[in-house]
């Protein structure tokens, strides 16, 4: 995985909440067997509406998306995250992420950061006045800062120290491997197999 | 203090806990199908890992698949890709594979549980948001994403951030007509899709110990609209019943030890929930959704809402931009709002109670004119069932088209899809923008409305059909 330790970068002010993963990635996209070549699927259908908020001239290499809240709800597919990042996004900030998708996000270095409604509400206002305005994004600090704005955002250490790495959570897992011998060891013989009787 | 029936069966699973990092689980159970795995096997292959336990593994193809002509190549060449991937893929790595045509094919979160696999007190993980249908069992079951999917492929374990816990009661009778989906529906309009975000919800209470498996799979499986990361509910007599006998269940002596430990699986009486809502049977009636995330909902009986009787103002942005998606306007009384397509079918209501509960509507009567009704059951077992109860029979003497299994038009990934600007009563789960097909328009109901839909041609319930004796039941609009 990529390693996130900050980001300084131009935004796109999306004012939409529910924004689900339909909306970032359609259905008929997930048919690819990559993890990348999704950029052209991002927002599909609302990118079809000329005046969208992304077919903006000046929103072209923003790479910082601040959305409503309950960004990323519905479907399980990582897609929506690959999506984004394909697309050139590096941070996404919302009030409130679909616990799926904000999972998803930090696997593959996205950073997804929460911050409160009015929070939004003023990187929004700011970035809508001023395309140019840039949005900083530091982990190592734990803050978002632009013009007039110092805000402080949660992450608990365990998940900003793989991100700030950009380590590989199976390593990490197999680094357990007593662990999982031991636990397979005194598993019940009542628990389900697959194998065909 | 006592526990929860979440946190009996997280802690059963716990493989290792360290103060500052997520607890490490075991995954008993692990379901795959042909979308969100490629990626997940490339990643095995690229570091040269296998799969750790292919015997809590089973894949199966359902996304992708057609309903028609399943016995001819499939006609989507990327699809096929798709498809043929998952294939090689299997029999590589070692996985048991239900492919089409297979006897035991079918939607993922349909197969698991007839099978038997799914059981109390187990967890079940899948690349798929509604694996918590499973939770149904009193397991603890959720979605994943396509890294997670790669991490329990090659460690049968997952690194798990904590959960808060939620209880949703349902006391009492439901009324008659009024179903697990409708019930469901409700719940998401009352907490919204957000409401649930961090949470396992447990459904309990006397109307939801009244729920059949099918039912209650319906209620979990809809647990993720609400934001949660799963649902369940416990284990009791209707569970045993369904899993004794099953292929996967166990027999004999693994029977008598098994039920033993599903008996313990019960919130104490002294557990804390974090967060409780309570919702009176009595006061529910059928539920369908006017906009473009399930939290719009309503019931049948009323008018699509105003916007500006929203206090939030993002709600209010959201239900403006609902209703013009959705070519609605406020005050429209619901059962006026005519339909194209009914879809029945999916993980949420695509077994064969859902069918013979359509059936039962439309026997002896006719799918509207202009009404195009498909009816897609949710495995090859419940189709064969179905069969053999003469329920396809049913459908299509009353014009319904009669399909092969898969999840189909739930999401529009294989042919079954809604044409721009068309507009369909759907058993199925989400009702987001373009969902069912690019421009289609879903609203979201029970197997019993979508069957009266279909006959009446608008929004309606079984109720309506009485009065009407199959004529529309409202002027047109």
């Given at each position: 995985?990529?390693?996130?330790t900050t980001?300084?970068g131009?935004?796109?002010?999306?004012?939409?909440?529910?924004v689900?993963?339909?909306?970032i990635?359609p259905?008929?996209?997930?048919?690819?067997?990559t993890?990348?070549?999704?950029?052209?699927?991002?927002f599909?259908a609302?990118?079809?509406?000329?005046?969208?908020?992304l077919n903006?001239?000046?929103?072209?290499g923003?790479?910082?998306?601040?959305?409503?809240?309950?960004?990323?709800?519905g479907s399980?597919?990582?897609?929506?995250v690959?999506?984004?990042?394909?697309?050139?996004?590096?941070t996404v900030?919302?009030?409130?992420?679909?616990?799926?998708?904000?999972?998803n996000?930090?696997k593959?270095?996205?950073?997804?950061?929460v911050?409160?409604?009015?929070?939004?509400?003023?990187l929004?206002?700011?970035?809508?006045?001023?395309?140019?305005?840039?949005?900083?994004?530091?982990?190592?600090?734990?803050?978002v800062r632009a013009?007039?704005?110092?805000?402080p955002?949660?992450?608990?250490?365990?998940?900003?120290w793989?991100?700030?790495e950009?380590?590989?959570d199976?390593?990490?897992?197999l680094?357990n491997?007593?662990?999982?011998?031991?636990?397979e060891?005194?598993r019940?013989?009542y628990?389900?197999?697959?194998?065909?009787? | 203090?006592?526990?929860?029936l979440a946190?009996?069966?997280?802690?059963?699973?716990?493989v290792r806990?360290?103060?500052?990092?997520?607890?490490?689980?075991f995954?008993?159970?692990?379901?795959?199908h042909?979308?969100t795995?490629?990626?997940?096997?490339?990643?095995?292959?690229m570091n040269?890992?296998?799969?750790?336990?292919?015997?809590?593994?089973?894949?199966?193809?359902?996304?992708?698949t057609?309903?028609?002509?399943?016995?001819?190549?499939i006609?989507?060449?990327v699809?096929?890709?798709?498809?043929e991937?998952l294939?090689?893929?299997?029999?590589?790595?070692g996985?048991?594979?239900?492919p089409?045509?297979?006897i035991?094919?079918?939607?993922?979160?349909?197969?698991?549980?007839?099978?038997?696999?799914?059981?109390?007190g187990?967890?079940?993980?899948?690349?798929?948001?509604?694996?918590?249908?499973?939770g149904?069992?009193?397991?603890?079951?959720?979605?994943?994403?396509?890294?997670?999917v790669?991490h329990?492929?090659a460690t049968?374990t997952?690194?798990?951030?904590?959960?808060k816990t939620?209880?949703?009661?349902?006391?009492?009778?439901?009324?008659?007509?009024?179903?697990a989906k409708?019930?469901?529906l409700?719940?998401?309009?009352r907490?919204?899709?957000?409401?649930?975000?961090?949470?396992?919800i447990?459904?309990?209470g006397?109307?939801?110990?009244?729920?059949?498996?099918?039912?209650?799979m319906?209620?979990?499986?809809?647990?993720?609209e609400?934001?949660?990361?799963?649902?369940m509910i416990?284990?009791?007599?209707?569970t045993?019943?369904?899993?004794e006998g099953?292929?996967?269940?166990?027999?004999?002596?693994?029977w008598?030890a098994?039920l033993?430990y599903?008996?313990?699986?019960?919130?104490?009486?002294?557990?804390?929930f974090?967060?409780?809502?309570?919702i009176?049977?009595?006061?529910?009636?059928?539920?369908?959704?006017?906009?473009?995330?399930?939290?719009?909902?309503?019931?049948l009986?009323?008018?699509?809402?105003?916007?500006a009787?929203?206090?939030?103002?993002?709600?209010?942005?959201?239900?403006?931009?609902?209703?013009?998606?959705?070519?609605?306007?406020?005050?429209?009384?619901?059962?006026q709002v005519?339909v194209?397509t009914?879809?029945?079918g999916s993980?949420?209501?695509?077994?064969?109670?859902?069918?013979?509960?359509?059936?039962?509507?439309?026997?002896?009567?006719?799918?509207?004119?202009g009404v195009?009704m498909?009816?897609?059951?949710?495995?090859?077992?419940?189709?064969?069932?179905a069969v053999?109860?003469?329920?396809?029979k049913?459908?299509?003497?009353?014009g319904?088209e009669?399909?092969?299994?898969?999840?189909?038009?739930?999401?529009?990934?294989?042919?079954d899809?809604?044409?721009?600007?068309?507009?369909?009563?759907?058993?199925?789960?989400?009702?987001f923008?373009?969902?069912?097909?690019?421009?289609?328009?879903?609203h979201?109901?029970s197997?019993q409305v979508?069957a009266?839909?279909?006959?009446?041609g608008?929004?309606?319930?079984?109720?309506?059909?009485?009065?009407?004796?199959?004529?529309?039941?409202?002027?047109?609009v």
């Amino acid at each position: 995985m990529e390693a996130f330790t900050t980001h300084t970068g131009r935004a796109v002010p999306l004012r939409r909440s529910n924004v689900d993963t339909d909306q970032i990635i359609p259905a008929h996209w997930l048919k690819k067997v990559t993890r990348n070549g999704f950029e052209d699927g991002l927002f599909e259908a609302w990118r079809k509406d000329e005046n969208f908020i992304l077919n903006a001239p000046e929103r072209e290499g923003a790479t910082v998306l601040v959305a409503g809240s309950d960004f990323g709800t519905g479907s399980s597919r990582e897609h929506a995250v690959w999506a984004l990042q394909n697309y050139g996004f590096k941070t996404v900030i919302s009030p409130r992420y679909a616990d799926i998708f904000r999972g998803n996000s930090l696997k593959n270095g996205l950073l997804t950061v929460v911050l409160p409604q009015e929070t939004v509400e003023q990187l929004w206002k700011l970035t809508e006045a001023d395309p140019t305005a840039e949005i900083t994004v530091d982990l190592v600090a734990r803050e978002v800062r632009a013009e007039g704005v110092t805000a402080p955002f949660e992450l608990d250490d365990n998940a900003r120290w793989r991100l700030l790495e950009g380590l590989d959570d199976i390593s990490l897992t197999l680094g357990n491997e007593a662990d999982i011998v031991a636990y397979e060891a005194r598993r019940p013989s009542y628990k389900p197999s697959t194998v065909q009787v | 203090m006592g526990r929860t029936l979440a946190e009996k069966v997280w802690d059963d699973h716990v493989v290792r806990r360290v103060e500052g990092e997520p607890d490490l689980l075991f995954i008993d159970l692990h379901l795959l199908h042909e979308v969100t795995s490629p990626q997940a096997f490339d990643g095995l292959r690229m570091n040269g890992r296998k799969v750790r336990r292919t015997d809590l593994t089973i894949a199966t193809e359902d996304h992708n698949t057609p309903t028609i002509d399943i016995d001819k190549p499939i006609a989507d060449p990327v699809s096929r890709t798709q498809l043929e991937t998952l294939r090689k893929n299997c029999a590589e790595f070692g996985v048991r594979l239900h492919p089409l045509g297979d006897i035991e094919q079918g939607v993922v979160h349909v197969v698991g549980p007839q099978l038997g696999l799914t059981q109390p007190g187990t967890t079940v993980v899948c690349g798929d948001s509604h694996t918590s249908t499973h939770g149904a069992f009193g397991a603890l079951a959720f979605g994943i994403g396509t890294s997670q999917v790669e991490h329990v492929l090659a460690t049968q374990t997952l690194p798990l951030a904590p959960f808060k816990t939620m209880a949703v009661t349902v006391e009492g009778e439901l009324p008659d007509g009024v179903t697990a989906k409708d019930l469901i529906l409700a719940v998401i309009t009352r907490i919204g899709t957000g409401g649930g975000q961090g949470y396992v919800i447990e459904y309990r209470g006397s109307a939801i110990e009244q729920l059949s498996m099918e039912a209650r799979m319906t209620v979990c499986n809809m647990s993720i609209e609400a934001g949660a990361r799963a649902g369940m509910i416990a284990p009791d007599q209707t569970t045993f019943d369904y899993l004794e006998g099953r292929v996967h269940a166990p027999k004999g002596a693994d029977w008598d030890a098994a039920l033993a430990y599903w008996q313990t699986l019960r919130t104490d009486d002294d557990a804390v929930f974090d967060h409780e809502v309570r919702i009176e049977a009595a006061e529910l009636a059928p539920f369908v959704t006017w906009g473009t995330n399930p939290g719009q909902g309503a019931p049948l009986s009323s008018s699509v809402p105003d916007p500006a009787s929203f206090a939030d103002p993002s709600d209010r942005i959201a239900a403006e931009k609902a209703l013009e998606y959705m070519g609605l306007s406020a005050g429209q009384p619901l059962r006026q709002v005519k339909v194209d397509t009914v879809f029945v079918g999916s993980c949420t209501n695509g077994r064969i109670e859902d069918l013979r509960a359509a059936a039962s509507v439309v026997e002896g009567r006719q799918v509207a004119d202009g009404v195009r009704m498909l009816v897609v059951p949710g495995s090859v077992r419940v189709a064969l069932q179905a069969v053999e109860e003469g329920l396809d029979k049913v459908f299509s003497a009353a014009g319904a088209e009669w399909r092969h299994a898969g999840c189909s038009m739930c999401l529009g990934m294989n042919p079954d899809q809604l044409a721009p600007g068309e507009r369909s009563a759907s058993t199925s789960n989400r009702n987001f923008e373009g969902r069912q097909g690019k421009g289609g328009r879903t609203h979201l109901v029970s197997p019993q409305v979508a069957a009266a839909t279909a006959v009446l041609g608008h929004l309606a319930s079984p109720a309506d059909l009485s009065d009407a004796a199959g004529a529309p039941a409202f002027e047109e609009v």
